[in-house]
């Protein structure tokens, strides 16, 4: 029995096939302008690479912002609910997740069944979400890999006066004509990242084990430094991407929807 | 008796030369990327206007954000201060005063002396400062000064649903994409930015009557957006945008009257 899941976002598209609780193939893609042709895209995708048709696929769950524009989905379920799923898959003792995603972040806690306790989003304002990163690395010349690895290196991160990304887009442009290491920007970056991160999740209180989901999870950097502001080890996901915990979530509820219960 | 004020914002310097209660000449320039600088050649613009020397200057008060900077002044005095001394001596019966500036938004009680009973104040989120119209205004390539006019040409009403200018910017691209009308996508952006201004004020409680100063404040379209999102006429100030640099040279002139008048 073969279960998918879908997760447009703003940024990234991503889907996930799954077959008796293992991935079998997954896509990430960078979105298009329309939520559909990006579920579209993904979806062919993942199924071509898989070898397999949507006639295969018995059920499929679409999340992400674009969810509700997905033509091939059985169902739509809400993001907070895919990601916690797709975290508790990742890592079975995650209590709180924060997902990192293109433009918004949200912290979740789950009780020990995996039911959601309590969470928090913002998609109001782009600082702590991923548009704050790529609005830096722009400006940096660098690509968001490697705004992650530079950090390691720097000695003295610089600081910003406000956690407004067009104020900060505005210091680091003035850091770089001041010939400042970019290292010490790369790493001043990830600390504002980090702290705005870390009142977010702080607000909906910390429980142990914590995960990061997103794409923003493989950057280094950010997470090193957000350990350091939440004062808490952060458990790495190594099981599979943590871009694909959406979509993982999303193919966990399609395959529940088959089996007719909760697993 | 020659008094002036000197006002180093983030974007514009301006300067006020004040003889015997009376305007002499006022002068605004972009700002350099030196504060003093900036401070020199408005002053020195402004002196010629008057057809007078520094010498002449009895006393030089200095404000905005570059106001340590300003190497002819004698005193310095806080923007919240300088921008409610100018709006009571322009609107005397001015009881609030919201101030936007290139980088900032500030909302200010009064009371009938110009003195600030309490003030609200945003410099953390570019949302509701001109920073948001300057940002826009470049994507789309128009000029911050033709916006007013523009919007007024508005007919469809549209809104913006982000507040944030970073996720607004993206928004607006759409809009141009779908073929939306450029006036009216500066017409939602008035109102977004004055949303969010009023939203700062409310935290003051606004008392008629209520002033709009700053340089934002010549833009016509963001004037009646903002009485829109407030709720109360605006009056209107002569001089919005030097404000505070009159009211700098109002408080030079008290200190050569020695009298906090």
């Known amino acids: ?263 | 008796m020659i008094t002036a004020g000197c006002d180093i914002g983030s974007l514009t310097a301006k300067a006020v030369i004040l003889k015997d209660g009376k305007i002499l000449a006022s002068e605004v320039v972009l700002a350099l990327a030196q504060p003093e600088k900036s401070a020199t050649e408005v002053m020195a613009r402004a002196l010629e206007k008057a057809a007078i020397k520094i010498e002449d200057i009895a006393y030089c008060v200095g404000t905005g954000y570059g106001r340590k900077h300003i190497p002819f002044m004698h005193a310095d005095e806080s923007e919240i201060a300088c921008h409610a001394r100018g709006a009571v001596w322009q609107v005397p019966t001015a009881r609030t005063v919201v101030d936007i500036g290139g980088q900032d938004a500030k909302a200010i009680r009064v009371d009938e002396k110009g003195n600030v009973e309490r003030y609200v104040y945003n410099d953390k989120c570019a949302s509701g400062t001109g920073r948001f119209l300057e940002i826009i205004a470049d994507s789309l390539d128009i000029k911050l000064e033709d916006m007013g006019a523009l919007s007024e040409k508005a007919t469809e009403k549209l809104t913006l649903s982000n507040q944030c200018v970073v996720f607004a910017e993206t928004e607006i691209v759409s809009l141009v994409n779908e073929g939306k009308e450029i006036a009216d996508i500066i017409s939602a952006l008035h109102q977004a930015v004055a949303n969010r201004a009023a939203s700062l004020a409310r935290g003051i409680l606004v008392e008629p009557d209520a002033v709009m100063t700053g340089g934002v404040a010549k833009n016509s379209g963001m004037f009646s957006a903002l009485e829109r999102a407030l709720g109360v006429k605006l009056h209107h100030v002569e001089n919005p945008q030097i404000n505070g640099a009159l009211g700098a040279a109002l408080f030079a002139a008290d200190k050569i009257n020695g009298s906090g008048k």
């Not at chain 1, 918004?104 to 969470?119: H, I, P, T």
């Not at chain 1, 006066?161 to 970019?182: E, F, G, M, Y």
């Open chain 1, 1 to 263: 029995m073969f279960a998918a899941g879908c997760d447009v976002g703003s940024l990234t598209s991503k889907a996930v096939v799954m077959k008796d609780g293992k991935i079998i193939e997954s896509v990430i893609i960078k979105s298009k302008a329309r939520p559909w042709e990006s579920a579209d895209e993904v979806m062919n995708l993942v199924l071509s690479k898989a070898g397999l048709t949507m006639k295969d696929i018995q059920s499929c769950v679409g999340t992400g912002y674009g969810r509700d524009k997905i033509s091939f989905i059985n169902e739509a379920v809400s993001e907070i609910a895919c990601h916690g799923k797709g975290a508790r898959w990742l890592v079975p003792s995650v209590r709180t997740v924060i997902d990192i995603g293109g433009q918004d972040c949200k912290a979740l806690r789950l009780d020990d069944k995996g039911n959601m306790v309590k969470f928090i989003t913002n998609d109001k304002c782009a600082s702590g979400t991923g548009r704050f990163l790529e609005v830096m690395a722009k400006v940096m010349h660098l690509n968001l890999d490697e705004l992650g690895e530079m950090s390691a290196r720097s000695r003295q991160p610089i600081t910003f006066a406000s956690a407004c990304t067009v104020w900060a887009q505005a210091d680091v442009i003035q850091h770089l004509n001041d010939k400042v290491p970019i290292e010490d920007i790369a790493a001043g970056v990830n600390n504002a990242m980090a702290s705005r991160m870390s009142t977010l999740a702080n607000n909906i209180g910390l429980e142990k084990d914590v995960c990061m989901t997103g794409g923003v999870a493989k950057n280094s950097g950010v997470v090193n430094a957000l350990e350091k502001h939440l004062g808490i080890r952060i458990k790495r996901i190594r099981r599979e991407d943590p871009q694909l915990a959406g979509a993982i979530g999303a193919a966990l509820f399609a395959a529940e929807k088959v089996s007719g219960g909760a697993k």
